[in-house]
């Protein structure tokens, strides 16, 4: 059964989407994105993915008190990141209530920083993140583009002991267009045994189910929540 994990991105304290990852089309969802949290718990979703666009762009976390308390508010299992670069952040992270930090600038910019934490903390604490546009990596909040090829990023970093990922396809990016599901057949084809979320894209059920089948582990879903295209009630079947 593919786990659905709701993602409450911030800006200024905000619980916000962006179209396409352009900090320009922003649309704000609430202004108190721990009653969204509570809402996504009461519903029966155990896990969150929270990024800090604030942190992304600027290379340092600026929203920690909002994870500490939506980390209070609720019981659930979240992953926080969002211009992590430090052992300090990391910490902060921790103690602040997420039971991961997902990473994805540090992990190319500095690899071997990320192999660090990764065999300091252990592979079910670090989540590792690829965005991705036309096959190759974006970083720093998407704002800069590599030339480096998400398949090969993705099999060097299982071959080392990542055991998890989320990529997210920029192009699909908060577009409700459906998910990328070539890019993920491909990378599953790649990285066979790597636990692979999806991110970007999801519109209806029936790109959940498409994930499912094809043997992603996960979908990261926002705005489809955000705009009642995905109910609850439509949750129901994937809630344990």
Known sequence: ???????????????????????????????????????????????????????????????????????????????????????????????????MVNLGSVAVEEPDTFFEWLEHYGSDSILLGADVRDGKLAIAGWQTETDISVFEFLSECWSRGVEQAFV??????GALGGPSLKLYKEIKMAVPELKLIASGGVSS???????????CDGAIVGKALYEGKISFDELARYVS
Do not use: W
Request: aromatic share 4%.
């Open 1 to 99: 059964m593919i786990e659905i994990i709701p993602a409450i991105d911030l800006i200024g304290g905000k619980c916000v989407r962006l179209t396409h990852g352009d900090f320009a089309q922003k649309k704000v969802y609430s202004d108190d994105p721990v009653e969204t949290a509570k809402a996504f718990a009461a519903a029966g979703l155990q896990r969150l993915h929270i990024v800090d666009l604030d942190g992304a762009r600027t290379g340092t976390p600026a929203n920690i008190n909002v994870l500490e308390e939506i980390a209070s508010a609720t019981r659930a299992i979240i992953d926080f990141g969002g211009g992590i670069r430090t052992d300090a952040d990391v910490k902060r992270v921790f103690d602040a209530g997420a039971e």
């Open 205 to 215: 059920e029936n790109d959940l189910r498409d994930l499912e089948q094809m043997g």
């Open 168 to 173: 997210t396809d920029i192009t699909r990016d």
